[in-house]
């Protein structure tokens, strides 16, 4: 069996009955015409096979909401089905630059983002400093999740 049915149980592809509930609710296909939608991933997932989606950019503009499982009658647990996508993506080499450059960020300073101004703008709104990452913690999830095995900088 390929890895990434042991994450997502391929029998509920087959419970989808094509409402587009979930399209309709996705956060990701509303801002971006390069997503790839649930109901759409779905689809490719039945007629290609996971093969036929890993290698698509719009893989990654999910952000793993799960909204469209809340809003799908079948249950079906769509943002599981995108996670488990992206690892076989990812275990083929298949990460877009900006990812990358984004998870390296975390995996180095506990953060997505360059944080350098935003104390100042807290404190103008009387707002605490932001909490500091613990690096330690952030390298034993990393480890654990076989993250660097995958992913290289
Ligand atoms: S989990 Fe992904 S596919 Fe589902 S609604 Fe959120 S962004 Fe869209
Ligand atoms: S909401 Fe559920 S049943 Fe409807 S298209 Fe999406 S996955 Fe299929």
Redesign the pocket.
């Known amino acids: 069996m390929p890895k990434i049915w042991r994450f997502f149980d391929k029998a509920d592809l087959f419970e989808c009955y094509q409402c587009a509930r ?1 399209t309709g ?5 509303i801002v971006s015409d390069k ?1 790839i ?2 109901r759409e ?1 779905l689809v490719r997932c039945l007629d290609l096979g996971h093969k036929g989606v890993v290698e698509d950019e719009g893989l990654w ?9 809340d809003r799908c009658p079948q249950k079906i647990p ?2 599981d089905l ?1 996670v488990a996508l992206r690892n076989a993506a990812a275990r083929r080499d298949n990460v877009p630059a900006n990812v990358v450059r984004a998870l390296e960020m975390i995996t180095k300073t506990g953060r997505a983002a360059i944080t350098h101004q935003v104390n100042a703008m807290r404190a103008e709104y009387g707002l605490d400093p932001l909490v500091e990452p613990d690096l330690e913690e952030i390298d034993q999830i990393v480890e654990r999740a076989g993250f660097k095995d995958v992913i290289r900088f």
């Open positions: 979930c609710s996705c956060p990701a296909v997503a939608g649930p991933m503009y999910c952000t793993t909401c799960h909204v469209c499982e769509i943002g995108m």
